[in-house]
C-alpha cells in the first residue's frame, strides 16, 4: 500500500523540480552552503506543490483514467487509494508547504502560487485547449526556473530563459504526440478531446522547431560577451554537444519508440540519455567553477 502512496505522489516527476537548480548553477554559487540550502528549500516546496496538483488532477480525471490502457493502474483509478484518502494527502502536503512559502521571499511566493493557479486552471480549463494546453505544461518549466532565480536573488540570462522556453515546448509537443500515437492505436479508449485537434505532422514540426530552438539559444547563451565575462572562459560552448545529443536522442525515444508520455520515466529509464545527462553536468561544473 505504500507503494501505491508514492505513486499517487508521483515521486518520479518531482525530477522536472530541478530546473530550480539551473539559475544556481550558473550563477556560480552551487558550492555555497546558505545559497544550495535555498534552493534546496524551492526544490522541496515545488515538491510538495506537484504532488498536491497531480492528486487534483488524478481526482478530476479518475473517471478517465479507467477507460485509459496504462493510467487505469494509478492508485485512485484502480481504487487502491480511496478518494478521502488521497484528499486528506493533499490537504496535509499543502499546509507543509504553505508554512515553508510564509518563511520565503514575497517574488518566490508569487511564482510558486502562480504555477499551483497555472496547473489548477491546467486541469480544469487548458488542458482542453489546442496549443494553450501545450504552452500551458511549457509555462510550468518558465515557473520553475524563474522560480530557482528569484529564491537566490540571481540573475538569469535571457538566453537560457529562452532555452527554457523552448526546452519546455519541446517536451510538451512530445508529450502530446505520445499520447496521439497512443489514440491512434487504442481506438476503444476515450482520449483527451484536445488531440482530435492535432496531427501526428503538425506536431511532429513544431517538435523540429522547437528543438533547433534549445539548440540555438543554448549555443547563444554560451557564446554571449555576458556569459565570457561571467565565466571567464569560452569552453562552455564545448558543452553545446551535450544538448544537441540530448535533442536528438530523446526525438530517437519519441518518434521511433513511441514514447515520450511520462517526460521523467522516459529519461531516467534511458542509460544513453542518463549518461549524457551526468556528463553534460560534470562538463559544465567543471568550466563554470574554473576547474578547468
Known amino acids: 500500500m505504500f507503494v501505491e502512496y508514492l505513486k499517487l505522489l508521483r515521486i518520479t516527476q518531482w525530477i522536472k523540480n530541478f530546473f530550480l537548480f539551473v539559475p544556481l548553477v550558473f550563477s ?16 522541496i516546496i515545488f515538491c510538495f506543490i506537484s504532488s498536491v496538483v497531480y492528486i487534483m488532477n488524478d481526482i478530476a480525471d479518475v473517471e478517465s483514467d479507467r477507460l485509459h490502457p496504462k493510467k487505469k493502474f494509478r492508485p485512485l483509478a484502480s481504487g487502491k487509494i480511496q478518494k478521502k484518502n488521497a484528499i486528506l494527502i493533499a490537504s496535509g502536503f499543502s499546509t507543509f508547504f504553505i508554512v515553508m512559502l510564509v518563511q520565503s521571499n514575497l517574488s518566490f511566493v508569487y511564482f510558486a502560487v502562480g504555477y499551483l493557479v497555472l496547473n489548477i486552471f491546467y ?5 482542453h485547449i489546442v496549443l494553450l494546453d501545450i504552452f500551458s505544461i511549457a509555462a510550468g518549466f518558465m515557473i520553475r526556473i524563474a522560480a530557482g532565480a528569484v529564491i537566490i536573488n ?10 527554457t522556453l523552448f526546452l519546455s515546448l519541446f517536451l510538451a509537443v512530445s508529450k502530446r504526440r505520445s ?4 489514440k491512434t492505436g ?16 503538425f506536431l511532429d514540426q513544431i517538435a523540429t522547431i522547437a528543438g533547433a530552438g534549445v539548440i540555438v ?25 551535450f544538448v544537441v545529443y540530448g535533442i536528438f536522442r530523446y526525438m530517437f525515444i519519441v518518434m521511433s519508440n513511441n514514447k515520450g508520455e511520462n517526460t521523467s520515466e522516459d529519461i531516467v529509464s534511458d542509460l544513453p540519455m542518463i549518461v549524457n545527462a551526468i556528463l553534460y553536468s560534470i562538463f559544465v561544473i567543471l568550466v563554470v567553477y574554473h576547474i578547468i
Open 28 to 43: 556560480k554559487h552551487l558550492f555555497h552552503p546558505g545559497y544550495f540550502e535555498t534552493s534546496l528549500k524551492g526544490f
Open 123 to 127: 486541469t480544469f480549463s487548458l488542458k
Open 154 to 163: 540571481v540573475e538569469l540570462s535571457s538566453w537560457l530563459i529562452l532555452t
Open 179 to 182: 499520447e496521439l500515437v497512443q
Open 186 to 201: 487504442e481506438s476503444e479508449f476515450s482520449s483527451r478531446k484536445v488531440l482530435e485537434s492535432y496531427s501526428i505532422n
Open 217 to 241: 539559444s543554448y549555443a547563444l547563451y554560451t557564446v554571449s560577451s555576458r556569459t565570457i565575462t561571467i565565466f571567464r572562459t569560452e569552453n562552455l560552448i564545448y558543452s553545446t554537444v
